[in-house]
């Protein structure tokens, strides 16, 4: 983890107000919608929410794509990149587009470059190696902590040989990868810094926030679920988001700097929760204490963040139409559709809440949206829920997505 570049996160806090005075907030005009014209009842929705929000016929991508959550990343470039950018050639429609929404039937995640047969070879090898080094753990007498200490040290090394190889990092999020459709060439190993994101004002990156878009996506286990989650948003912004927050910390909030990304993480937690009480919108719980929120603890919930219980939803909560939330665990965005699954994001958006943040596969922690910058912003009312997330997150083509109505403003009507 490069810790220094998240830890600047810190300081952004400071800008919330200025920031989301000084900006101006994303309207209908400037989102593109790109829906798969191979999945009907996606189509069917693009064409609802474009009516809800007064979007602009002419702006929409039509793609066509067999329907899954993953596509190669030959696919990805062929049958969702390239249709973006040529909509986007028009340098004054380009001007004006900030802002992609994925509708239902898109995919979530583009899978890593296949491999050739030499590769694959080597990978085998390699896993011949760790299946060796894992038996001698598991046979190692207790006590024996210094050979158990070198073998998991083998073990992880032979772990990061082998994704190297199969080029793991090459893997993405769909929206995070789309979200540089018009940068121009940049390295597809790991990620790239975000230039909204509010860390990184006052550094010289690569990429150029003027080709950057923000996106989000209006996607669910069902059609049913994101027409509902789209109604519950503009129901919200009509009469204002009611309920209370739920800021689920691990441990109390250290005295000083926090010393890594998970002790970062949990302190946003706690600042972000002291955020929200201080705007008056709603009462706040903030519990700091390992274990979870139980079930039945978190009554007619609107906002949320937490950690950690990796892919097992806890069902703690009540949720109010046009909730918000996010838990930061690596695999909850993973799958919406999947029947039985229990990860964060498709149980949150069953139950009803209108937008999640989760990611498609191992993120680290540093690739969360930073809780006191995101949740800061949109209890501040004035920029909309694809602004607020751009602004937090720190990293783009890496494995973070946004689900929910990208012009969800929950506190528009009480700012």
């Known amino acids: 983890m490069n810790r220094r570049i998240i830890l600047t996160a810190a300081w952004a806090v400071a800008l ?15 989102v ?26 002419e702006n929409i991508v039509r793609v ?28 004054e429609f380009r001007r004006r587009i900030r802002c992609l929404v994925l509708m239902y039937g898109m995919p979530l995640r583009v899978a890593a470059p296949e491999i050739g047969p030499d590769d694959q070879r080597r990978l085998e090898a390699l896993q011949m190696r760790r299946d060796g080094v894992q038996r001698g753990i598991e046979a190692l007498p207790a006590g024996e902590a210094d050979g158990r200490a070198r073998l998991e040290k083998e073990r992880a090394a032979l772990d990061a040989e ?25 390295a597809l190993a790991g990620w790239q810094p975000n230039p909204f994101f509010l860390g990184n004002r006052e550094k010289e ?12 996506r209006l996607d669910g286990p069902s059609a049913v679920i994101v027409r509902r989650l ?15 927050a739920y800021f689920d910390a691990r441990w109390p909030e250290p005295g000083g700097q926090p010393k890594g990304g998970y002790e970062f993480y949990d302190a946003s937690i706690h600042r972000a929760a002291r955020l ?67 990860v964060w994001c498709k149980r949150m958006l069953e139950e009803g809440a209108a937008a999640v943040v989760g990611p498609v596969d191992e993120p680290y922690v540093q690739a ?13 009312g004035y920029l909309t829920l694809a602004e607020c997330y751009a602004a937090s997150t720190p990293w783009l083509s890496w494995r973070m997505v946004l689900v929910g109505d990208p012009l969800y403003r929950p506190f528009a009507r009480v700012r």
Not at 16 to 30: D, F, K, M, N, T
Not at 38 to 55: H, N, W
Not at 64 to 89: K, W
């Open 162 to 186: 082998a994704a190297g190889v199969a080029q793991a990092d090459q893997s993405a999020a769909v929206d995070s990868e789309i979200a540089l459709a018009a940068a121009g060439g940049y």
């Open 16 to 30: 919330v107000l200025s920031a989301a005075v000084g900006a101006r907030a994303l309207e209908s005009g400037e």
């Open 368 to 380: 969360f949206p930073v809780p006191e910058i995101f949740f800061g912003l949109l209890v501040d």
């Open 32 to 57: 593109l919608v790109v829906v798969n014209t191979d999945v009907p009842s996606g189509a069917e929705l693009a064409t609802y929410y474009m009516k809800q929000r007064g979007i602009p016929a």
């Open 205 to 216: 990156l690569a990429i150029d926030k003027s080709r950057t878009l923000m996106v989000s």
């Open 230 to 244: 789209i109604d519950a948003s503009l129901a919200a912004e009509r009469q204002g988001l009611g309920g209370s």
């Open 64 to 91: 066509s794509l067999p329907e899954g959550e993953t596509v190669s990343r030959r696919q990805y470039d062929e049958r969702i990149a390239a249709p973006v950018r040529r909509a986007l050639a028009p340098p």
């Open 276 to 342: 929200v009480e201080r705007s008056g919108r709603m009462p706040v719980r903030l519990d700091s204490a390992e274990r979870l929120f139980q079930p039945g603890e978190c009554p007619e919930a609107a906002l949320y963040c937490g950690w950690y219980s990796l892919a097992n939803y806890v069902e703690a909560f009540t949720w109010k139409p046009g909730a918000v939330a996010y838990h930061i665990a690596s695999s909850e965005c993973t799958t919406l559709k999947q029947a039985g699954s229990r």
